[in-house]
């Protein structure tokens, strides 16, 4: 691609060689980083970004603005490169000379929380294109709500042959082809080459005809042929499924020897072979130097949907008052203030009619009245609706070609909900809640912890919480799940004890912006624990004396979701013997632990003797009861039983709990 054009005039190449030469110069200042997709994937980016991408780079939070997401995130500095050249503020020369250095905007992998103008997080593969299902069913769900002359967008994916080879892209692409995801246009770098080599050492999957079977238009093209790439991105935007365009590129585009090899892939290209790419484009000029004329053309770009979105902005203006003021509180993500009065009133309701159900259908009660004063609240599940008790009866569902509903059935796809629940959060407009069982969530994982370190609001309801879902046996009980979500940064867990207690966990859930949470509620019944009213949320610290001790405390018994009914048994016993114990419901181990020592300190008390009570592993509780403290809990896997047996078989008894606590005392 040489340049022979006169100096005043810009062409595609130029465009397209900017991206390029700012890549390998950023690459190979930082000694690390992955310059081949850059290289490859400049032709069909650069088409995308100046032909059709609805895009104002003075305000990249516009809600009506299409969506652009590098699923291949390895290949960041294409998207920085292109952030930078559009005029994003904030994505200076210098931001792109400091790649992958610490507290640049410029990441080794794109981070949507540091990044302006990046839409999600990506870097583990397959995440962007299975997140991107939830960006695209948002923009119909919300179009279905207002209308296109405020909801009118596309999303488009830039994948690479890792990203289609994780399994959750299966999950993504199986469920946006048949919701019918028109406006999803993922635009495919098929460059056949992955780190290990050659991508025929390790895979020969038809990719066209693979998502062709998943209800999507698939075909291919040249990927350097900015022609082809044009009309396939037209025709792909006429269709009325999602579509898939191949582009056949080459990895490393115009490296002399590293071209089409794995060697361009993660490594820098080297002088001699920067020098050798520069030479085939014809570019003279020195690092991260950007002639004018190519600098203004791709400024123009970055400013060619500005009279789109003033228009759009006029239309919201135009709008009714009370539509308009709903729209803005959705789109920057505010939670509406009839959420606290709601609950307030459900409180009262359980306290004068108590409720004693399992806390899966404590969730469904709550939700009852949750989602009538959060219309933006939006539920689902891995096909465990019925186990869940996630749809309630204002909810309809959401099917292909009708997207009005406030209810998806995402299939038995965990980490495909996981990951388009975070699409859905980050799109704006909705509060996404996901359901399945709590020992799937080693299948969600991944998703769930892009959530937490991307701070995405989502809220997972995972029901059958341990042993006591009883006969399913271990492969469903979770023992070891509480453990590992507790400790994964910014994730917030909950394991209520009872109806009054999940009501709160949802108020907490859902007025929380910064990050998940993950609701771990019951198969079987519990009793109602809290019986006296309280305006305040108790559980917002975490943790709570619920029952004080008569006289002076010996013994502080802390307990969780259901094991809570067994800590209040236990005093009981206790306190027949003249001995005297507090109980604390615990139903956010680590919200507590994030608590003020102070008011650690009041709530965790002076009694010499602790005790935690969980249905799961110790791990954590250390923290609490000390090395030295009493665990009642799981050692190991659980078993297929009865929940009642298991309970008795496995020690997790008021009796045993009392026993202990006497037998640590007269030691």
């Not at 999803?184 to 080599?197: A, F, H, K, P, T």
């Given at each position: 691609m040489l340049n022979t054009v006169p100096a005043d005039r810009v062409t595609h190449s130029d465009l397209a060689n900017a991206v390029r030469v700012l890549a390998m110069d950023a690459v190979e200042q930082a000694k690390s980083g992955h310059p081949g997709l850059p290289m490859g994937a400049a032709d069909i980016a650069t088409v995308l970004f100046t032909k059709f991408l609805k895009y104002d780079a003075a305000d990249p939070k516009w809600p009506d603005r299409d969506r652009f997401i590098l699923s291949a995130g390895h290949g960041s500095m294409l998207l920085y490169a292109l952030l930078h050249l559009t005029g994003v503020k904030g994505m200076t020369i210098e931001e792109l000379k400091n790649f992958r250095k610490l507290d640049s905007k410029t990441p080794g992998h794109p981070e949507n929380f540091m990044t302006p103008g990046v839409e999600t997080t990506t870097g583990p593969l397959g995440q962007g294109i299975a997140t991107a299902v939830g960006f695209a069913l948002a923009e119909r769900m919300l179009n279905a709500e207002y209308g296109d002359d405020l909801v009118d967008h596309y999303t488009y994916v830039l994948a690479?042959?890792?990203?289609?080879?994780?399994?959750?892209?299966?999950?993504?692409?199986?469920?946006?082809?048949?919701?019918?995801?028109?406006?999803?246009?993922?635009?495919?770098?098929?460059?056949?080459?992955?780190?290990?080599?050659?991508?025929?050492?390790?895979d020969s999957v038809d990719q066209v005809k693979r998502f062709q079977a998943c209800g999507w238009n698939a075909f291919r093209i040249d990927g350097h042929d900015p022609k082809a790439i044009q009309r396939a991105i037209s025709k792909a935007q006429k269709s009325d499924k999602p579509t898939l365009i191949a582009c056949k590129t080459t990895i490393g585009y115009g490296a002399p020897k590293k071209a089409g090899t794995s060697k361009a892939h993660g490594e820098p290209l080297g002088a001699e072979e920067l020098a050798g790419a520069k030479a085939t484009y014809g570019w003279s000029h020195e690092p991260f130097v950007i002639p004018e004329n190519i600098q203004a053309a791709w400024a123009k770009a970055g400013k060619k949907s500005r009279r789109v979105r003033k228009a759009w902005e006029d239309r919201l203006k135009a709008l009714p008052q009370d539509k308009r003021a709903e729209f803005e509180r959705r789109a920057k993500g505010e939670r509406p203030a009839a959420l606290a009065d709601a609950v307030a009133k459900l409180k009262d309701r359980l306290i004068a009619e108590p409720q004693n159900v399992a806390t899966r259908k404590a969730s469904e009660i709550a939700l009852e009245v949750i989602t009538e004063a959060v219309p933006e609240l939006v539920l689902g599940s891995a096909d465990l609706t019925p186990s869940n008790n996630t749809k309630t009866k204002n909810l309809t569902a959401i099917s292909p070609g009708n997207y009005a509903g406030r209810y998806i059935h995402y299939g038995i796809r965990e980490h495909g909900m996981a990951a388009a629940m975070n699409g859905i959060a980050l799109h704006g407009g909705y509060v996404p809640a996901g359901a399945t069982f709590l020992v799937f969530t080693d299948y969600a994982r991944p998703a769930m912890r892009i959530a937490a370190l991307a701070g995405i609001p989502a809220v997972y309801v995972m029901t059958h919480d341990s042993i006591g879902l009883g006969e399913d046996g271990p492969t469903h009980q979770p023992v070891e799940h509480l453990a590992a979500l507790r400790s994964m940064p910014k994730m917030r867990v909950f394991r209520p004890a009872d109806a009054v207690e999940t009501a709160e966990a949802w108020q907490m859930a859902l007025e929380r912006t910064d990050g998940p949470t993950t609701l771990a509620l019951t198969r079987q019944n519990l009793p109602q624990v809290r019986k006296e009213g309280d305006a305040k949320n108790l559980s917002a610290t975490g943790a709570y004396e619920l029952s004080p001790a008569n006289g002076k405390a010996r013994a502080t018994i802390f307990a969780s979701g259901s094991e809570v009914e067994i800590a209040l048994a236990a005093q009981k016993l206790l306190a027949e013997k003249n001995f005297e114990a507090r109980v604390v419901s615990v139903p956010s181990l680590d919200l507590f632990l994030a608590q003020p020592e102070k008011v650690r300190h009041e709530i965790i008390g002076d009694a010499p003797i602790k005790v935690a009570v969980e249905a799961a592993v110790r791990f954590g509780w250390d923290s609490v009861i000390g090395p030295d403290g009493i665990f009642v809990g799981m050692h190991g896997f659980g078993a297929s039983a009865p929940y009642k047996d298991l309970y008795k078989h496995f020690g997790i008894t008021p009796e045993a709990v009392a026993e202990k606590v006497l037998r640590t005392h007269n030691l």
């Open positions: 690479s042959d890792g990203d289609l080879m994780e399994g959750i892209s299966q999950e993504a692409i199986a469920l946006a082809g048949h919701l019918k995801l028109n406006r999803m246009i993922v635009l495919w770098d098929d460059n056949e080459i992955s780190i290990d080599g050659p991508l025929s050492i390790s």
